[in-house]
């Protein structure tokens, strides 16, 4: 039996080194995925990150910038630590890349999961996403003056939604109760699509949702942006109407959130090339250039040694952002 | 099958005991201001198991020190101990090999086995099956759907041209 | 409504046309083939086609991913039926009648019932999606957390009250499905439940895992213990008197189809409401009927209500999407990544912006229906033939697809091994007596109702009324109370009678 085994091993060696040496001719030297690529998510199905995963990899097959196809998998156990902790145990796997979003920093800070993102090899950064306070319209706060006003004279009352516990929600809810000295009820829910549903349904007053998760509705009249959580505006039609934090209240707030790349750690650099070079053509197609605006995402890609640089300064936020509000794990 | 009602019992008494233990230290209690925190479900649902359970243990071990074993049914009736090792220890071996060999192989040799040695069905059939029912799945899953299965360390070998 | 009609009528006769007729063919044939297998669902069959809609207009695009949806609604039922073993999660429900029925040796009989129930229901969903949408939208967004909770507790009570022979075994049960629903994050304080550290807990309990253990690996268990071969009786064949004979139940059994069907559409209104649906059409039809003795060992009506119940909020699970913008089940989710590809943004938007495509959809749910009735009704002897297939043979495969089925849920190996350990669990507990079927809805509810019960709590500030809050929650609570309480009081109102009357 285990001699058997081991002739069937060496046959199919032979056989594949055999077809990698006819392959590799007329590829001349670049790297390319030779099977399919698992493309993890580190969230659940339908949420910012999954949707943008799953816009992607059909893009990638459309363009032909992969031989083999992107598999879009689902890990989000753990608010993503599992993904995380999946793409850090496979070193050296080519055929793998993450979608990431700000649980890259704050799962493990949070959860005390034994993970950071210098576990692995980053490729790039497709886009940063805003956030807008909202409420419903029928709550008839015009300004976020106004109803800032409203909520530090009932502290507590307020109920914000949210994405999750200890997340980018619940940080910026943390920021603005620290700006302006007020209290919220923070309440999460599981989906940034479902908060914005509660919001339509004044289950909620406020919300902190994307822009994208709330759009439609907004289009819709039933709810309204009151501020821009950056120090500029969006700079999209119709989104630049909305005021920024600054020019509402006084007070500069900022947040943005990252929607970048990760592959395994120990990659060789000319993977990690391919990547880089992949993603960058596919933020170059106009189907990106749409789903950018439709979507209110700020388009800057962002690879290399600037992006390590920007992923290091926004961890240092993260941490001192999350530790003002006791959201560390003790 | 007292016996094993009573392995039962105790084994999940030992569930509600884990359980028990974690909700303590996430915090059972019920906070006025925000309701229950995150061991306050666990704390109350393994209260409840350990309530049941050891109200079931009292009475079955007063049973059977009373009345002890005899007459009772038992748990696997006659003979129906060996035909159920006879699927529950293959598989199981079928699981283990899975992150050696891969799913596929581990599930061929696994109906390999099972067809002919406890079910004695001729060669020809047996090999038919464990050959091209892996090879069908493996093409429905790994290419048609794209799910990749588990291929164990195989899994830099194997590069099928279809 | 004759604007709606009138573009119906347009969205019907667009997905009429040859070509997109045929693409809802192939649709529903991989539909079906990947329902059929457990762990595989509409989402993966979804998932996989978007790259090739990508060259297709929007709308035969959007034909072909909701064809894959409505084969998938369809096939998920069969195993349930065949082996016991539910290849989606709402078609747990139908496996307490179908599979005793098929065991019987009525499995075309029993599939037969399924497939027409699933139509009956589907259409009444489709009426729905295509008449009153928006209405139902409006209704939908009064359903906050307290009122999720409160259908919850309805659902409990419509199902647990009967099921238990030793009331220890059963709340133990209950505990300890809700115990395996809280192992991992828990999301409402972001902390890790249960874990112990460890990364393979923290994925939790998956319930798709858990059935395919206690009730497939657990029945193949009893069968061999038995020393039973599962026989190939005339299960082997489905006759145009099974057909005749399933209308016939229908028409029989008609308030188990109307309670379906109702319950059905209402619960798809929310995200991941057609398990609970199944589960509670199953136990308002065993409450309210007079056979209720033989449920559980192949009753219709314990068939048509699920089944109804489960297609009926499969149709409407397209509703919240469209309307709102939120998937209502993973498929969904998928297919909305897709609508994004062809650039419509799913929202109350969608039918005022691309309404040609909104209402396409809905002509396709009409005619994928009905073709998919016709598809699963032709395949139906190929999958009761299966049962024909020496035991020797068809075990082992069995137990291959359900660990494919294992891990394909979530793509982790460790997932095997626990399907490998609910099996020896089911098999004990079956033989225990402590009933299964608490256990798997403590499962999949657990999460969902415990975090609408903290999610309400924390809105009102800790204050246990908002749970009855009118007027949605109050009625639904009382109404879960008096059925909850039903079997005791009628009971007492028998003995009354018995005491009163002559005799």
Same mark, same amino acid.
């Given at each position: ?235 999209? =039609? ?7 934090? %600054? !020019? $509402? @209240?006084? *007070? /500069? +707030? ?50 290399? =040694? ?7 300064? %926004? !961890? $240092? @936020?993260? *941490? /001192? +952002? ?9 | ?134 090879v069908g799945m493996y093409i429905v899953f790994d290419r048609l759907f794209l799910i990749p299965l588990p291929d164990g360390m195989l899994g830099n070998y194997i590069k099928l041209p279809f | 409504m004759a604007e709606n009609f009138h573009s119906l009528m347009m969205g019907i006769s667009v997905s009429m046309q040859p070509y997109n007729f045929m693409i809802a063919m192939i649709g529903l044939v991989l539909g079906v083939i990947v329902g059929v297998l457990p762990g595989l669902g509409g989402a993966n ?80 969903g489709v009426i729905m999606l295509s008449f009153f949408a928006p209405l139902i939208a409006a209704f939908a967004l009064r359903f906050g957390p307290a009122e999720i909770f409160s259908v919850m507790v309805l659902t409990f009570s419509a199902f647990v009250g009967l099921s238990g022979k030793d009331p220890y075994k059963t709340l133990v049960s209950i505990f300890i499905g809700f115990i395996l629903a809280a192992v991992g994050m828990d999301i409402v304080t972001g902390q890790l439940r ?310």
């Amino acid at each position: 039996m285990g001699k058997r085994f081991s002739g069937l091993k060496i046959g199919l060696v032979v056989a594949c080194s055999m077809a990698l040496a006819f392959t590799s001719i007329g590829t001349a030297s670049a790297w390319v995925p030779d099977r399919p690529v698992e493309f993890i998510v580190p969230a659940g199905a339908g949420g910012g990150a999954d949707v943008m995963a799953r816009f992607i990899s059909p893009l990638v097959s459309k363009y032909n910038l992969s031989p083999k196809p992107w598999v879009v998998i689902n890990k989000s156990a753990g608010a993503g630590a599992e993904g995380f902790m999946y793409v850090k145990g496979q070193k050296g796997n080519a055929n793998l890349i993450i979608i990431t979003l700000d649980n890259l920093f704050t799962t493990p800070l949070a959860t005390g999961v034994p993970f950071n993102w210098k576990d692995l090899t980053p490729a790039s950064r497709l886009a940063l996403d805003y956030f807008c306070l909202w409420v419903n319209k029928e709550s008839g706060y015009k300004t976020a003056a106004e109803y800032i006003d409203a909520v530090k004279k009932a502290p507590g009352k307020f109920v914000m939604g949210g994405t999750g516990a200890k997340q980018e929600d619940q940080i910026i809810t943390v920021q603005l109760e620290q700006a302006f000295g007020l209290k919220f009820n923070y309440v999460p829910f599981k989906g940034g699509g479902t908060v914005a549903v509660e919001l339509v349904g004044k289950h909620i007053s406020s919300s902190v949702n994307n822009p994208s998760e709330a759009r439609s509705h907004w289009k819709n009249g039933t709810l309204v942006p009151l501020a821009t959580i950056d120090s500029t505006r969006i700079n999209l =039609p119709d989104w630049d109407q909305i005021p920024t934090m %600054k !020019e $509402a @209240t006084g *007070k /500069d +707030l900022s947040y943005l959130m990252l929607r970048g790349i990760f592959l395994a750690p120990g990659v060789k650099p000319e993977v990690v090339a391919y990547y880089v070079d992949t993603l960058k053509k596919v933020t170059e197609t106009p189907e990106w250039k749409k789903y950018i605006a439709d979507n209110g995402l700020k388009d800057a890609y962002l690879s290399g =040694p600037e992006f390590v640089k920007w992923l290091e300064d %926004k !961890e $240092a @936020t993260t *941490k /001192d +952002l999350m530790a003002k509000g006791h959201l560390l794990k003790k | 099958m007292r016996k094993a009602n009573l392995g039962v019992a105790v084994f999940l008494f030992l569930i509600g005991a884990i359980v028990m233990y974690d909700a303590v230290r996430l915090g059972w209690q019920y906070d006025p201001s925000s309701g229950p925190g995150a061991g306050f479900l666990p704390f109350y649902l393994s209260l409840g198991v350990l309530l049941c359970t050891s109200v079931f243990i009292v009475k079955q071990v007063m049973q059977l020190s009373k009345i002890g074993i005899v007459g009772d049914e038992p748990l696997i009736q006659e003979g129906g101990l060996k035909p159920i090792l006879w699927v529950l220890l293959p598989s199981t071996a079928m699981v283990v090999l899975v992150s050696i060999i891969g799913l596929h192989f581990a599930a061929a040799i696994f109906l390999l086995f099972y067809m002919r040695v406890v079910g004695k069905i001729g060669w020809l059939e047996c090999i038919l099956v464990s050959v091209l029912f892996p090879v069908g799945m493996y093409i429905v899953f790994d290419r048609l759907f794209l799910i990749p299965l588990p291929d164990g360390m195989l899994g830099n070998y194997i590069k099928l041209p279809f | 409504m004759a604007e709606n009609f009138h573009s119906l009528m347009m969205g019907i006769s667009v997905s009429m046309q040859p070509y997109n007729f045929m693409i809802a063919m192939i649709g529903l044939v991989l539909g079906v083939i990947v329902g059929v297998l457990p762990g595989l669902g509409g989402a993966n069959g979804v998932a996989i086609l978007i790259p090739l809609t990508v060259a297709m207009q929007p709308i035969s695009g959007i034909i072909l991913l909701a064809s894959i949806y409505w084969g998938a609604l369809y096939g998920g039922s069969i195993t349930s039926i065949l082996f016991n073993i539910p290849g989606e999660p709402w078609s747990v429900a139908t496996t307490f009648d179908g599979y005793p029925m098929a065991k019987k040796g009525h499995a075309g009989k029993a599939l037969v019932l399924s497939f027409f129930s699933h139509f009956v229901g589907a259409v009444l969903g489709v009426i729905m999606l295509s008449f009153f949408a928006p209405l139902i939208a409006a209704f939908a967004l009064r359903f906050g957390p307290a009122e999720i909770f409160s259908v919850m507790v309805l659902t409990f009570s419509a199902f647990v009250g009967l099921s238990g022979k030793d009331p220890y075994k059963t709340l133990v049960s209950i505990f300890i499905g809700f115990i395996l629903a809280a192992v991992g994050m828990d999301i409402v304080t972001g902390q890790l439940r249960m874990t112990f550290g460890s990364i393979d807990l923290m994925g939790g309990f998956n319930f798709i895992v858990a059935v395919i253990g206690l009730f497939g690996l657990g029945e193949i268990f009893l069968t061999v213990e038995e020393g039973l071969k599962l026989e190939a009786t005339e299960g082997g064949r489905v006759t145009f008197k099974d057909m005749a004979w399933g209308v016939k139940e229908l028409i029989i059994e008609w308030k188990a189809l109307l309670l379906g069907c109702l319950i059905g559409c209402w619960m798809g209104l929310k995200p991941g409401g057609a398990t609970p649906a199944s589960f509670m059409a199953y136990g308002f039809a065993k409450q309210s009927s007079k056979k209720s003795d033989e449920f559980g060992h192949g009753a219709s009506a314990g068939i048509i209500a699920p089944e109804a119940a489960a297609h009926g909020a499969g149709t409407s699970a397209a509703l919240p999407m469209i309307t709102l913008g939120i998937p209502g089940s993973p498929t969904m989710a998928v297919i909305m990544g897709g609508l994004m590809i062809f650039g419509l943004l799913p929202g109350p938007m969608l039918f005022v912006e691309h309404p040609d495509f909104v209402w396409g959809f809905i002509g396709s749910c009409w005619i994928g229906n009905f073709i998919g009735l016709l598809v699963v009704l032709a395949f139906a002897p190929l999958f009761a033939a299966v049962l024909k297939i020496r035991f020797a043979i068809i075990m082992p495969i069995i137990v291959y697809v359900c660990a494919i089925g294992a891990y394909a849920v979530n793509n982790r190996v460790i997932d095997i091994y626990y399907m490998i350990g609910f099996g020896v669990v089911g098999y004990l507990f079956k033989k225990l007596d402590y009933p299964l079927a608490p256990l798997v809805l403590a499962l999949v509810l657990g999460d969902m109702a415990e975090s609408a019960l903290r999610q309400a709590l924390l809105i009102s500030g800790g204050s246990p009324l908002v749970l009855f809050a009118p007027p949605i929650a109050l009625p639904i609570m009382v109404a879960a109370g008096l059925i909850f309480f039903w079997p005791t009081v009628s009971g007492l109102i028998k003995k009354a009678r018995m005491k009163v009357g002559p005799g």
